[in-house]
């Protein structure tokens, strides 16, 4: 492992948040949680006039910080900020190939899995840090403005599971940027996987309601199962979750840097 | 003398056009060797070989003695064609990125690199406001980070203008005379690479047609070329079809006639021009060039 490895990710971070895609992620981190909580805000206030017209409804209805922290987690998680993280990773990657700057860091006293393993970890890192934006900013109002179930251990691990899904999300990137030099089919490319794996799940799903077990067993080991684990940990702690998440972020990981040791770099 | 880049039988293939032939060179260290070659030759696959941006199919590469890749990093600086940046950035914040790369503390060498290409007003401003010339400057000053002990220069002076490119020629020669460093330069400008290089290699579709020192490939046997200047030409002609060895080759600059001498030196020449009643007003020799070999090795193809 070399020694500069820790300056090479601060140097790919400083890559990332030098664009404006860079700047994106910290910006919705903020944005899309306060959305939530003011709309929350706005339920609440409904709540108690609700109460006195349908109190079955009302009742529930139960805004709670529980309920802020977990709904801004799921915002979070829906679209934008893949969309972003998808965009981050094909510049630091299938850009860099296009543009030629890969070639500047291959040629340095370093091994070639050292250089993507540095842009994987900027990425990881940097989507931590959105998340750790949208957890502090989802929960200090929802702890002042909201009351009720303050136990948030279920919902926090939903943020660190969401972090692993990030992570996996990312190799798949990095793995589908190892086709192509362009950001853009880098990003077609993965929309294509994903559209794909979410039509083989349709298709499983449909042969298992046609009494196949087997169908549904391959199911649960679908990535993207794995990918949306994160929904699992804001009530309970879902080991085999956490496991398929891990598992997929070393397969794929795995394969990119296999794919990336023996692609040119002209 | 160490060697600095010993190259064996590197091979690389695209489908079924072989871009790179049975290559084999020595560089020795403290040399300046000039990699010449026309167009698609292989110069630069040769190079990305040598520096494993691109897989050889077969070969060996070993620099100042290291084959495993990352050490021979250690050693090399390097520009491949036209360099790239993070256009957005600054010049000093992409050869911030390079020494993070490289393990080296920036505010340390960054300063220093800047300075040595001329470029110490403009580090802070951002790439994409350079000229073509400026980025090729910062080109060489990331290649520079680091001291390294040998330097692969592919076409350093493309898009310079021609102080910039003086500017280069005499960097590559303080660097090689002062600081003992190696360079491989290709460049596809010949009298460029005869000014700075003691030793050429020529390539030819992959292979290698010629190498050696420059003074001895250029030497060019017992045929002198001399170029006579007279103000009687009709005589300046007659006595040079008298005179044993010596061959009239066609007419020269500001009215000289070109002579090709054989097995007769140039004094010799002259006193015999004298002897036959020719006042010769200039004796300009006329050295063989590298151009000349390379054209003569190559065919004339295009470079």
Redesign the interface.
């Known amino acids: 492992m070399p020694k500069q490895l820790p300056q090479m990710i601060m140097a790919e971070l400083r890559k990332v948040l030098s664009r404006p895609t860079g700047w994106a992620g910290p910006v919705l981190s903020i944005v899309l949680p306060s959305i939530v909580v003011l709309g929350c805000l706005i339920v609440a206030d409904k709540q108690e006039a609700m109460m006195q017209e349908n109190p079955l409804v009302a009742t529930m209805i139960n805004i709670e910080p529980y309920t802020v922290v977990s709904w801004s987690l799921r915002t979070r998680n829906f679209f934008l900020m893949p969309m972003v993280l998808l965009l981050v990773t094909a510049q630091l990657f299938a850009g860099e190939r296009s543009n030629k700057t890969l070639r500047s860091l291959l040629v340095r006293p370093v091994p070639r899995w050292s250089v993507l393993f540095s842009k994987f970890s900027a990425v990881t890192l940097y989507a931590g840090a959105c998340l750790l934006i949208t957890y502090l900013v989802a929960l200090l109002p929802a702890l002042l403005l909201f009351e009720g179930e303050t136990e948030l251990g279920g919902v926090s691990l939903g943020f660190l599971a969401s972090w692993l899904s990030d992570a996996a999300f990312i190799a798949i990137a990095a793995l589908v940027c190892t086709f192509t030099t362009s950001v853009a089919w880098a990003v077609v490319g993965v929309v294509i996987v994903m559209i794909g794996e979410l039509a083989a799940r349709g298709a499983l799903e449909a042969i298992e309601f046609f009494g196949q077990t087997w169908a549904g067993r391959t199911l649960e080991y679908m990535p993207g199962n794995a990918l949306e684990a994160w929904k699992g940990f804001d009530e309970a702690w879902s080991a085999p979750g956490f496991g398929m998440l891990v598992g997929m972020l070393v397969v794929l990981g795995g394969a990119a840097l296999a794919r990336f040791q023996r692609t040119d770099v002209p | 003398m160490t060697t600095a880049l010993e190259v064996r039988g590197l091979r690389r293939t695209y489908g079924s056009r072989v871009a790179v032939d049975s290559l084999d060179l020595e560089v020795t260290e403290g040399s300046v060797y000039g990699f010449l070659g026309p167009n698609g030759a292989g110069k630069t696959t040769a190079m ?1 070989c040598i ?5 050889p199919d077969a070969g060996h590469v070993a620099i100042f003695g290291d084959t495993d890749p ?2 021979q ?2 050693h ?1 600086g ?1 520009l ?1 064609e036209t ?4 256009e ?2 600054s010049g000093k ?1 992409n050869l ?3 020494c ?4 080296l503390n920036a505010k340390d060498v960054v300063p220093e690199a800047l300075m040595r290409v001329g470029l110490q007003d403009r580090g802070d401003d951002k790439v994409k406001g350079y000229s073509l010339g400026m980025k090729q400057r910062l080109g060489i000053a ?1 290649a520079l980070l680091g001291k390294p002990k040998l330097l692969l220069l592919d076409e350093p002076t493309n898009g310079l203008d021609p102080q910039g490119m003086k500017d280069v020629r005499d960097l590559i020669a303080s660097l090689a005379a002062d600081q003992d460093v190696t360079i491989f330069i290709s460049s596809h400008l010949l009298y460029e690479v005869q000014a700075v290089a003691t030793r050429v290699g020529i390539i030819r579709k992959g292979h290698l047609v010629a190498e050696g020192e420059v003074e001895e490939l250029i030497a060019g046997g017992d045929e002198l070329e001399v170029e006579v200047g007279s103000p009687e030409l009709p005589k300046l002609r007659e006595a040079i079809d008298a005179i044993s060895g010596a061959e009239w080759a066609g007419a020269g600059a500001d009215r000289r006639q070109v002579v090709k001498l054989t097995h007769i030196d140039v004094p010799t020449f002259n006193r015999q021009l004298v002897e036959h009643g020719v006042p010769v007003a200039e004796l300009v020799g006329r050295g063989r060039t590298l151009e000349d070999l390379f054209l003569e090795l190559v065919g004339g193809t295009e470079i």
């Open positions: 990305r520096l494993r941006l691109i897989r990352v050490q990093r250690r090399v390097a491949i360099p790239r940046f993070y957005w950035m914040d911030d990125i390079a993070a790369y490289a393990g990331r």
